[in-house]
């Protein structure tokens, strides 16, 4: 178990608002990564990160910023919801595997725009 | 860039049929494959990974998995399929020495009847 832990689990905020998602992890991964997940369109990679202030965006990048000022947590900031922003957030980490890199993924963040 | 095509959206099969899972990438150079699951109210968790040797490789309760580089292809198997099978199944690839980012198919939701 690599330790993720997200929070909230479950938010519903208005359109506008600026909205904060945490991802913890608990065993120093390097690699951390944030996907949203939305019926017919699998998983979207937005942001990632590679080390402390080391981040670079995915493909679904727009609205969206994150920080990582520590190796254990890393944030996702909605600035200015809006309703198509609504949708199943993951964090993941990347660890080794016999060679391979596999995501290890968090419980997800259900996050309501309304 | 990489990306991932599953075949089919939703498949309904009865137990003890046999399932196969389309999945074909697009990426000119070396690649990791996998096949995660996601049970309902669960996140998602790996399956099965292909990194290099036998183009055939074994998972978790009984899922196979075949690369065929020819066909850029990575199809899921299982001879005989339960109940608690149910759940929705992507393929993922990632390029190799890419920090571990993940492009995902869109997803297939496996519906098992009893």
């Known amino acids: 178990d690599a330790g993720i832990t997200q929070s909230p689990r479950h938010k519903v905020t208005e359109t506008g608002t600026p909205v904060t998602l945490r991802c913890h992890q608990t065993e120093n991964h390097r690699y951390m990564y944030w996907y949203r997940q939305d019926p017919g369109h699998g998983l979207r990679l937005i942001h990632y990160s590679y080390g402390v202030k080391d981040t670079d965006k995915g493909e679904v990048s727009d609205g969206y910023s994150v920080s990582r000022s520590k190796t254990e947590d890393f944030l996702l900031t909605l600035e200015s919801a809006t309703s198509s922003q609504t949708s199943v957030y993951f964090c993941?980490?990347?660890?080794?595997?016999?060679?391979?890199?596999?995501?290890?993924f968090g419980a997800g963040s259900r996050l309501t725009v309304l | 860039a990489q990306s991932v095509s599953q075949h089919n959206h939703h498949v309904i099969l009865s137990e003890a049929a046999s399932l196969e899972l389309g999945c074909n990438y697009s990426y000119g150079g070396t690649v990791n494959l996998f096949w995660y699951v996601q049970y309902p109210g669960q996140h998602l968790q790996l399956l099965l990974k292909y990194f290099s040797g036998d183009p055939l490789v074994k998972g978790i309760k009984g899922f196979e998995a075949e690369f065929i580089k020819s066909k850029f292809s990575f199809n899921l198997r299982k001879p005989s399929v339960q109940w608690s099978d149910t759940a929705e199944y992507f393929c993922a690839v990632n390029a190799r020495n890419n920090a571990g980012k993940s492009t995902f198919g869109d997803g297939t939701t496996l519906t098992v009847k009893p």
């Open positions: 993941a980490i990347s660890e080794s595997k016999a060679g391979a890199n596999v995501l290890t």
